[in-house]
């Protein structure tokens, strides 16, 4: 027998593209693996772009206490964007966009923005 909630994912009852627009798997697309009843619907492996490829906005100067979730909001309007901060920093670890005081960061636009960067820094 068939696990309800799967029963409702394949049927459509459950809508499977419930990732916010701001998600950083929101393109990557969704695969399958296994045979029914055992399938398991999984997200594709997000490749990180190289850091020269995001567009730059500004350089921000980092102060005692930034955290990547505050930076985010602050510079790019939403906390959940922190993980721009870590592809344009090229850092394995986010945390490391966090810190020591006085370090520059990149702000920048998503690698595949297709935006006037000039528009976009307006009189920032």
């Not at 055992?38 to 772009?49: H, I």
């Not at 567009?55 to 922190?82: K, N, V, Y």
Request: charge should be negative; proline fraction near 8%.
């Amino acid at each position: 027998m068939m696990d309800p909630v799967q029963a409702m994912l394949a049927a459509g009852v459950i809508p499977t593209d419930g990732l916010p627009p701001t998600s950083r798997y929101v393109s990557v697309g969704t695969a399958t693996r296994g045979i029914d009843p055992n399938t398991l619907v999984y997200y594709r492996r997000r490749l990180v772009p190289a850091a020269e490829r995001h567009p730059l906005l500004r350089h921000l100067r980092l102060t005692e206490g930034d955290r990547r979730d505050l930076i985010a909001h602050g510079q790019l309007g939403d906390a959940a964007l922190w993980w721009r901060l870590a592809d344009a920093a090229d850092v394995l670890d986010p945390r490391d966009i966090e810190g020591p005081p006085g370090r520059w960061i990149r702000i920048t636009l998503a690698a595949d923005s297709a935006v006037d960067t000039e528009a976009a820094i307006g009189d920032a």
